[in-house]
């Protein structure tokens, strides 16, 4: 069985065996963990044991797949022979089994696409993806305040384009206001976000945005459902990845309400190659991480970063995560054995283990483990043997795929993008009106011009055609006439000046009227 009852008789996960039963304890699985080892070790299965343990108590879990290997959750497992040995010498009859999956893509090749509009990211966030320097994420700032004061939507790229073109355009104004706004730095900010799109940025901002919901479904059987993001071409814009997954930690963490410490998490979440987050931060991001990852735990989401390295994560973020499983670590060079000695000083201490030497011996499949128990102390290291998945170990295949996403309980909600109108829209059309005012009036005001071209008015003196003067002449001899009886009183010269500039008018409307008939 994936899920038991611990000797304390709370719900638990039990993950491996070793001299005694390894128990996650599910009131205690939302205080975060890690999960680290070298490439091959079997990071990957441990998590799939993991994951299946949460769906199968209730828990929808989010995970990033790099390798495509996490898949096969998917479908059902196969009783191979290594497997029946494994579970046979923990005392378990293998079961095969599967797990509802919905497969998420930011690319929308191999999954629902996956998108977010612009204002929700926010500028902090879009300055660490585009690896904005301060005075850029200052002038991002200002773009995204005038936006909100102009009620322009920022939804996707080109609204963001636009805002900050019109930031460039009215930077004087705005240096008043908000301090050096130069036009060379949007131009920079508008090179990075070139960048951004090739790594196809434009494709995850949009709409419609991912409903958080829909990460924390569970299926007819009362069954978490594991969302699976594929990650394989992702990884090749690292920024945008963790960056992404960042993201939405921090929406969950603002729109979940507070649930203290529930008997089970309500979302686990599985932040695979983690070290990608904690990759030269700015200082306002690194405290954002710490801030999220410190209480996004009362929202009952528990965060499990998987990285090679216990020091690829930050003390302050890595004194939160509670629960730890530690594959082999090879100690060739002067930073591996660093890695050695601090994964080793992080678990407390077993009198029956040399824990530095043991993490060195570990064989493919075994682990030291540390779980929370009791009052949320961490439990004396061990070393297991990972309990096998109960679901296929390896990738599923392309048609499988298929077949999953047509039976998704998500189909046709995120598959077409919409685009409604917004930043870019409003600013278009402002740009039209202002270009037709500057044409008096659009159609009006290229007739109007046409028809002072015929009578010479939009043409500079001394180069009037023959025809131009000859009908000048014309409209003021036959408006001074008319007009000038009617001003007769206010004198001559008085007269003459109206009469000319408001018959001129007249006669201009009168032919206007003629035009349109």
Sequence with gaps: MATATAADGSDSIFIGKGEQPAYLTLPLANRHGLVTGATGTGKTVSLQVMAEGFARAGVPVFAADIKGDLSGIAEVGEAKDFILKRAQEMGLKFQPDQFSTIFWDVFGEQGHPVRATVSEMGPLLLARMMDLNDVQEGVLNIAFRVADEQGLLLLD???????LTFVAEHADELTTQFGNVSKQTVGT????????????????????????????????????????LVADKLMQSPRLYATFLLWMLSELFEHLPEVGDPPKPKLVFFFDEAHLLFSDPPKALMEKIEQVVRLIRSKGVGVYFVTQNPIDVPDKVLAQLGNRVQHALRAFTPRDQKAVAAAAETFRPNPKLNTTKVITELGKGEALVSFLEGNGTPAMVERIMVRPPSARIGPVTPE?????IAASPVKGKYDTAIDRESAYEVLQKRVGGAAGGEGEGGVLGQIGSIVGTIFGTNTPRGKLSAGQKIARDVTRTVTDKVVGGVVADLGKSVGGSMGGSIGRAIVRGALGSLLKR
């Design 157 to 163: 790229m080109k609204d963001l384009r636009a805002i």
């Design 189 to 228: 900010i508008q090179r990075q976000l070139l960048v951004l799109e090739n790594q196809g940025g434009d494709k995850f901002f949009g709409e419609p945005a991912l409903d958080l919901s829909d990460l924390m479904r569970t299926d007819r059987d009362g069954r978490g459902m594991v969302n699976i």
């Design 400 to 404: 499988e795929r298929k077949a999953i």
